[in-house]
């Protein structure tokens, strides 16, 4: 809520720079390959570029209102943005080369969150005003199908060792299951209170499950679909990002303004980075939303 990126270095676990965004930014997301972050801001309407070599802003992009979440489609040289406040229930297609706004898809109510399978010719997408998830074909743009899953659908996540894709059904506790051969719910798995976003770790066939309710995150064992332990984090948890080369998930934490570090292979809390400080602004009013590992 003040507007900005911040940049955290995992060796110290602390914050070396920040850098002014659009009104209210939630989602990101980064590409290697350009080396560049592409922030949504849910208050302008706006994606911003960032290029992560000068840590500078490069340009904006004009998508829909009230966008929520961004992810690229690497292989196409694309990107897509869920406009959760769109009266026309839509998600912004971005082409990355020139970054533009090819086209607007219209999918559920209220789209939240939106992932792409690995081999980048399907995207699923969470609809929370009406429970279900939308699926897209990436190769024209189109919807071909539609999935019933729990109440308030938000984050989602494509699990690439098994197929599945997950929701986290906000309203219910829960994860929804999905056979992306299928388009079938196939399991429900309960978690904790209010469940918001996951994040992945293949090696290890392993999803964290962040739950704003209760403070806690969710680990699930992808083989079983069953919690194997819960751990305790910050006040309100929201986005995570999994670094399985480094055995680390990070979790941000909306409401005590810090950042949990959780050690993967021992799934115990390794640290917390304080977000209240920057070194640009005096004090940091709060509410980190999203957060990405970029090497």
């Known amino acids: ?46 994606v911003h570029i960032i290029d992560l070599e000068s840590n500078s802003f490069i340009g904006k992009i004009k998508v829909g209102t009230g966008p929520m979440h961004i992810t690229l489609n690497p292989g196409a040289k694309t990107a897509f943005v869920t406009n959760t406040d769109d009266k026309d229930q839509t998600v912004s297609v971005i082409n990355l080369t020139n970054n533009v ?84 719910v196939t399991g429900t798995i309960k978690v904790g209170e209010r469940p918001w976003y996951i994040g992945v770790d293949p090696g290890n066939n392993r999803l964290y499950v962040t739950n704003k309710g209760d403070d806690t995150v969710s680990v699930i064992d992808t083989e079983k679909n069953e919690v194997v332990k819960t751990i305790s984090v910050g006040a309100q948890p929201l986005g995570i990002a999994v670094d399985p080369n480094n055995n680390r998930a990070y979790v941000v934490n909306h409401k005590d303004l810090s950042m949990t570090v959780i050690d993967t292979n021992t799934n115990r809390v390794n640290n917390t980075v304080n977000l209240s400080l920057t070194d640009r602004d005096s004090s940091y009013v709060g509410a980190p939303w999203g957060v990405e590992v970029f090497k």
């Open 1 to 46: 809520s003040n507007n900005t990126l911040s940049i955290v270095d995992p060796s110290t676990s602390k914050i070396v720079m920040s850098i002014r965004v659009g009104v209210w930014p939630v989602g990101i997301a980064i590409d290697p390959d350009s080396r560049r972050a592409y922030i949504v801001n849910e208050g302008d309407g706006n």
């Open 101 to 184: 706004e090819l086209k607007k898809i219209k999918v559920g109510k209220e789209p939240f969150h939106i992932s792409v399978d690995p081999t980048g010719k399907r995207a699923f997408v969470s609809n929370s005003g009406d429970n279900s998830v939308s699926v897209i074909d990436t190769g024209n743009n189109s919807v071909i199908g539609t999935i019933r899953v729990g109440n308030v659908p938000l984050g989602t996540a494509f699990n690439p060792s098994n197929g599945r894709v997950y929701v986290a059904n906000h309203d219910d506790g829960s994860l929804s299951v999905i056979d992306s051969a299928s388009n079938a």
